[in-house]
């Protein structure tokens, strides 16, 4: 591991470690003057945000333009508050480091950290960090083991299995290669690898935690309960995907815990994990996030908001000031148990990529996720799909459940489709050995059709 990382990396550990104790005045206080400091050096050193922000430097937060992905990429070179950095050489490290075996975790021109999206809810995105950002970066992934209660020390080195992509340019892979260490020895296992070989690589390294996609994770539980995995992490984490109650309740009857819900994003790193209760806390000393309507205005807390939009406070080379994502989630209120005063995530729902829009009697309906987890989380042994196509929803289960048949789910899916306010819907099943995947090897829900709302 980079010695200067690892230096800044335990300074900000320590330094988190007391803003766990701030009140809720300390870390609003925090947030403004963290704020004020991001939106100065933005506009001291991009012309991006200087043109976007014309006019409103003086502005709230909430008056404030958000910012796509897509506007990101198309002004990257401006955005940056680097001289000399551009996305074009940025885009060539990363092509090079995905066609060889270099190590993820070396910084690019001795300085620089970088990761790409996938791009499967639009433009893909490049990412950059520099040292002391990717340290805070570091920091962030690190705070949701030790909100979970799992310590690490030079006598409890951190034996962590990560089941996700081997892309080297995904974000898993960047962190994982610069936390490598004897104090935190990772074994990373590819998700599309077959079972047999993963359950043996799990069970010769013993974890002590084990973070994974949810569609990775449910699978593994079936092992574990069918006596094929032996291992007793202490903690499981779930990230990168959306948890349902149904997976969450088959991970806790193999391993005797119920999970961690970790949220968390590239362009953000951390955004929100669960402590020892199973709270989810949001790091608002690193972010502002702001559910929001369709309008862009913020919605209050107990509302969720039709998409996110957050606010990087860390982030200087690559500003992020109301960076809009597609994520729908609910916020809570103040306090827990555990003692931290740092805002409840509720609920994170999905993304509006999630959500398919039908032919109904009055036009188009929209059919939420939760419609399909209803039925299919129980009939799919090791997990499900649903893929739109032009004429109909192609259902895939990944095993059938005890008591299930294929008949009984379209049947099923398809009566809830007609509750919903859908009408001519066909449906069709099929069993399949494994999930469709992304680039980034995510196995998602629902896959409505590319371009549609």
């Known amino acids: 591991m980079d010695l200067r990382l690892f230096s800044r990396l335990v300074f900000l550990r320590a330094a988190r470690r007391r803003r766990d104790h701030w009140d809720a005045a300390r870390i609003t206080a925090h947030q403004d003057h963290a704020l004020q400091e991001l939106r100065s050096a933005a506009y001291a050193g991009s012309a991006f945000y200087r043109r976007h922000h014309a ?17 990101l990429m198309d002004h990257f070179d ?17 092509r090079a480091l995905a066609q060889s075996d270099g190590d993820p975790g070396l910084p690019w021109q001795g300085r620089w950290w970088a990761a790409a999206t996938a791009g499967t809810t639009g433009r893909r995105g ?47 892979a960047v962190v994982g290669a610069s936390v490598r260490s004897r104090l935190v020895p990772a074994l990373r296992l590819d998700v599309t690898a077959p079972m047999a070989e993963t359950v043996a690589a799990l069970n010769r390294f013993q974890p002590r935690v084990l973070v994974g996609y949810a569609s990775a994770l449910k699978p593994l539980a079936a092992e574990q309960r069918a006596g094929r995995l032996h291992i007793s ?7 990168s995907e ?4 149904h997976a969450a309740a088959e991970l806790e009857a193999a391993w005797g815990s119920k999970p961690f819900d970790v949220y968390a994003a590239t362009e953000t790193a951390g ?5 020892t209760y199973r709270n989810r806390h949001v790091y608002e000393d690193l972010l502002i996030v702001e559910p929001v309507d369709q309008a862009g205005t913020p919605v209050p807390a107990g509302t969720t908001g039709t998409k996110l939009l957050v606010t990087v406070l860390f982030s200087r080379t690559l500003p992020l000031i109301r960076y809009e994502m597609s994520d729908t989630i609910k916020l809570g209120g103040r306090g827990c148990p555990c003692g931290r005063s740092f805002t409840l995530l509720h609920e994170i729902e999905g993304r509006i990529e999630d959500v398919l829009h039908l032919p109904g009697k009055a036009g188009r309906v929209a059919i939420h996720p939760i419609v399909f987890h209803h039925i299919l989380d129980e009939a799919g042994r090791n997990g ?8 109909k929803l192609h259902v895939l289960l990944c095993g059938l459940a005890p008591g299930a048949s294929m008949e009984g789910v379209r049947d099923a899916v398809t009566g809830a489709l007609k509750t919903a306010g859908a009408t001519d819907s066909q449906v069709d099943v099929e ?15 629902v896959r409505g059709l590319p371009g549609r709302q």
């Open 431 to 445: 069993l399949v050995d494994q999930l469709e995947r992304t680039a980034l090897g995510k196995a998602p829900f």
């Open 78 to 94: 401006e955005a940056v508050t680097a001289p000399g950095l551009r996305l074009a050489d940025l885009e060539n490290h990363l």
């Open 271 to 275: 955004i929100a994990s669960p402590c």
């Open 55 to 71: 006019g409103l430097r003086d502005a709230p937060l909430d008056q404030l333009p958000p910012v796509t992905k897509a506007d």
């Open 242 to 245: 959306v948890l349902s109650p």
């Open 126 to 172: 490049t990412f950059v960090w520099n040292r002391a950002e990717w340290a805070t970066v570091l920091a962030s992934y690190a705070r949701a083991n030790d909100w979970a209660g799992i310590p690490v020390g030079l006598t409890r080195p951190l034996k962590m299995a990560l089941i996700s992509s081997r892309v080297p340019t995904h974000q898993s």
């Open 384 to 391: 499900w799909q649903v893929v739109q196509e032009p004429s």
């Open 233 to 239: 992490p202490e903690g499981v984490m779930s990230a």
